[in-house]
T-cell receptor, first 117, second 117 residues
């Protein structure tokens, strides 16, 4: 079955350490996204990528970095510069359909819960 | 900018009760509207969508009608089940100035639904 795999499910880090969250998809989707979910705040876009070797900042990119070396993979690094890194992180993907992409729903992974102490 | 406002939760219902979760939006142009559902410990799944005014999206007994005149997309179900207990997110997608959006959804804050037997 096609889908999005995020790993690990739970991640614990000490303050000041960088940490990388994995996201792999086998849906052959061109676009991939990282969202952050905090209680009572919905989802906020961190970064997105429409094509390999290219990505754009979302609404809350400060303190995060990404790479897109392969179509299937879009890892997110939470750096020590992120002031409040503890959150639930969701990776998603979608196809790019010329002229109709804004109607395409997102496919989400099951998330990684990051706790920084 | 775009925004989505959902009714405050949590919502607690008895099995077979009628459900309404209100959603209103602010957007430029003509957005597409979505309802996503998140079960405990999982990512989000698309529940239904509507892409133009007066469209009705439906799935698994849930319905929502795109009302442009009231900028609303309220979610309804005639008879809820315990298995419907989850967090429900209203979201919109619209074209940006460049004519693309590629899944840059704007989400509401989510509404927690708990259904008791």
């Amino acid at each position: 079955d096609g889908g999005i795999t995020q790993s690990p499910k739970y991640l614990f880090r000490k303050e000041g350490q960088n940490v990388t969250l994995s996201c792999e998809q086998n849906l052959n989707h061109d676009a991939m996204y990282w969202y952050r979910q905090d209680p009572g705040q919905g989802l906020r876009l961190i970064y997105y990528s429409q094509i390999v070797n290219d990505f754009q900042k979302g609404d809350i990119a400060e303190g995060y970095s990404v790479s897109r070396e392969k179509k299937e993979s879009f890892p997110l690094t939470v750096t020590s510069a992120q002031k409040n890194p503890t959150a639930f992180y969701l990776c998603a993907s979608s196809p790019i359909i010329p002229g109709d992409s804004y109607n395409s729903p997102l496919h989400f992974g099951n998330g990684t819960r990051l706790t920084v102490t | 900018g775009n925004s989505v406002t959902q009714m405050e939760g949590p919502v607690t219902l008895s099995e077979e009760a009628f459900l309404t979760i209100n959603c209103t939006y602010t957007a430029t142009g003509y957005p597409s509207l979505f309802w996503y559902v998140q079960y405990p410990g999982e990512g989000l799944q698309l529940l239904l969508k509507a892409t133009k005014a007066d469209d009705k999206g439906s799935n698994k007994g849930f319905e929502a009608t795109y009302r442009k005149e009231t900028t609303s997309f309220h979610l309804e179900k005639g008879s809820v089940q315990v298995s419907d207990s989850a967090v429900y997110f209203c979201a919109l997608s619209s074209l940006n100035a460049g004519g693309t959006s590629y899944g840059k959804l704007t989400f509401g804050q989510g509404t927690i639904l708990t259904v008791h037997p």
